[in-house]
């Protein structure tokens, strides 16, 4: 390839893939971001917290154009910050563990769609795009097909697709690597998302304006706000539940076994779960109805262990390359904290302003330089995220004995 700036193909236009196309469009770097997806409306996502990649993110990401991150915060029409710290305590009694509990170092609660919209801003998403196949070609670039036959070029691509990664499985298999670094963790989990009149909402919201985590015997429960209309008639409120299931883990079919499922089987499991717990979170579940046009969505835990990336002029990021359980709120804000490594490597080695000074390195080590230092970050926090999920689902026993300082670092076992 020449010195000349290259054009960066992204797939997938998730919170890693919009982060880097962000900072690729500060430094004038083409790119070329695809989305599966039909429109933004197609995956809303919940709720999530940001917390260490606050300040790399406004560092990096251009902000003339954007809203104040705050503006997003899900407390923002409640007047709040979206900072205020969850509460946790006893499923059964509703006894309190710990109050305002937050991420080391402050933390900010979104709206995840909220948050694909501002990251959106100023990016050209090519949706209802789907990549199928991708080829090298002669000059050391790539070639993507999309499902709709048409073809297109460029001098890299980035696999920004998701846990199920087309790019990630057709990138290991093109280089003989058959060990498939996607894995399953033993817990069943259950959500599902309700708007909420006032008289609904109030109650959780008077107990914590975030969120309500609750624990039982080797149980999770959590009601979550997603959002509020801006004159407060609703609040969407999530709710999930999960369990251990040694099944979950190792069944092929585990996956097609729990889509099959009815909403009245899934119900039945959680409400037999969740009946001796306290209000206001029992009602959460109970007052759920298909009628309402509410859905209960099956939620799968898994995480993706990479060793190394084939090199060349494919890489990967977020959930692609680094995927984690949830249970402690970090794989979002790694998948960013990707984008930026990865669109700063090339920005400056490839910004118009840079390149008179002599030919750039070649895009391939840019993306070795990339991976060594993501991979050896998030296998950290991959550790961490199963090691909390673990802590997190104890027996209500270990519970009432654990140190509650510990409970503000939701990875370390006390």
């Known amino acids: 390839m ?15 893939g919009l982060t880097l196309a962000q900072v690729l469009r500060k430094y004038s770097i083409p790119f070329t971001i695809y989305e599966r997806d039909a429109s933004p409306q197609s995956r809303l996502g919940w709720s999530l ?13 251009p902000q003339e154009d954007k809203p104040p991150l705050s503006d997003i915060a899900v407390t923002h029409t409640f007047g709040k910050t979206g900072s205020e710290g969850m509460i946790l305590m006893n499923a059964y009694t509703g ?66 697709d998701g846990v199920q990664s087309h790019i990630r499985s057709s990138l290991l298999a093109k280089a003989g690597i058959t060990t498939n670094p996607l894995s399953w963790l033993p817990y069943k989990l259950y ?21 309500v985590g609750s624990f039982g015997d080797n149980l999770l429960f959590f009601g979550v706000i997603n959002r509020a209309a801006p004159d407060l008639s609703t609040a969407e409120y999530l709710w999930f539940t999960s369990w251990p299931d040694l099944g979950a883990g190792g069944r092929p079919d585990f996956m097609e076994r729990q889509h099959s499922k009815s909403f009245e089987e899934m119900m039945a499991e959680v409400k037999e779960k969740v009946k001796d717990t306290v209000e206001p979170l029992r009602g959460l579940v109970f007052d759920t109805s298909k009628e309402n046009g509410e859905e209960i969505v099956p939620i799968f835990l898994r995480q993706v262990k990479l060793d190394a990336i084939p090199e060349g002029p494919v890489t990967l990021l977020g959930d692609a390359a680094h995927a984690m359980s949830i249970f402690k709120g970090e794989g979002g804000n790694h998948a960013m904290l990707s984008g930026i490594e990865l669109g700063e490597l090339i920005g400056k080695a490839y910004s118009v302003a840079s390149l008179p000074a002599g030919t750039p390195p070649p895009l391939p080590a840019l993306f070795k330089e990339y991976e060594a230092k993501m991979l050896a970050r998030t296998r950290v ?33 006390t």
């Open 95 to 160: 006894k309190v563990f710990a109050k305002d509990v937050t991420k080391p170092g402050g933390h900010l609660r979104v709206s995840r769609a909220a948050l694909r919209d501002w990251l959106s801003i100023g990016v050209d998403i090519q949706w209802d795009k789907r990549v199928v196949e991708w080829n090298t070609t002669e000059d050391g670039g790539v070639e993507v097909v999309l499902s709709d036959g048409t073809r297109e070029r460029g001098s890299a691509l980035v696999g920004a």
């Open 2 to 16: 020449s010195s000349e700036s290259p054009r960066i193909l992204i797939v997938g236009a998730g919170l890693g």
């Open 191 to 211: 959500a599902c998302a309700r708007d909420l009149p006032p008289a609904k909402y109030k109650p959780i919201y008077e107990v914590n304006p975030t969120a």
């Open 381 to 413: 926090a991959i550790e961490s995220s199963a090691k909390a999920t673990e802590w997190m689902h104890a027996s209500i026993g270990e519970w009432e004995t654990r140190d509650v300082a510990a409970l503000a670092d939701r990875g370390r076992s």
């Open 49 to 61: 917290t940001l917390s260490t990649i606050i300040s790399p993110l406004l560092a990096a990401v």
